[in-house]
Structure formats: C-alpha cells, structure tokens
C-alpha cells in the first residue's frame, strides 16, 4: 500500500482527488496541498490494493476514480473522458 508522507504546501485542497486529472494529480503527489496526503492514505485503508506491490500513481488515481464512480460521486466530465469510464 502506498503511503504518502505529509510534505504539504500552503496551498489547500480545492477538490477531492477523484475530481482531479491525471495531470493534477500527479502534480498534487509531487507537492500535496494540506489535506491530500490524509485523503489518499484514508482511500488506501478503506479498499486497500491487493495486486503488485508496485502500486503507480495513475494506478492509484485510476481505482479512486473508479471507486468514486461506484459510490455514484459527481466524477468531473473531463476525468471521465480521460478514463473512458
């Protein structure tokens, strides 16, 4: 499971990590806004990965945006046509 460490900017979190790009997510692994780090670890406990042990960022956001689609959260249009969910 990956566990981010809290290295956050003064910048906060506008939207929840489903909500955000590819893009804007890997730039958020890279810098995490305060609240980021809380809200991946927090998604990694409540459906913890269970293939390779070498879990990717875009693996990551890929499944939360997933999850979120499961949960019928109002995934952003732009994040579903990057995903063609």
Same mark, same amino acid.
């Given at each position: =499971?990956? #566990?981010?460490? $809290?290295?956050? !900017?003064?910048? !906060?979190? $506008? @939207?929840?990590?489903?909500?955000? %790009? !590819?893009?804007?997510?890997? +730039?958020?692994?890279?810098?995490?806004?305060? /609240?980021?780090?809380?809200?991946?670890?927090?998604?990694?406990?409540? +459906?913890?990965?269970? /293939?390779? %042990?070498?879990?990717?960022?875009?693996?990551? +956001?890929?499944? =939360?945006?997933? #999850?979120?689609?499961?949960? $019928?959260?109002?995934?952003?249009? @732009?994040?579903? #046509?990057?995903?063609?969910?």
């Amino acid at each position: =499971m990956i #566990q981010l460490h $809290k290295r956050t !900017s003064e910048k !906060s979190l $506008k @939207r929840e990590p489903w909500e955000m %790009t !590819s893009a804007e997510f890997e +730039h958020f692994i890279n810098d995490p806004p305060a /609240g980021f780090v809380e809200k991946v670890n927090e998604f990694n406990r409540a +459906h913890p990965y269970h /293939g390779e %042990t070498c879990l990717e960022f875009d693996t990551l +956001h890929n499944r =939360m945006v997933k #999850q979120a689609i499961a949960d $019928k959260l109002p995934v952003p249009d @732009r994040v579903l #046509q990057e995903k063609e969910c």
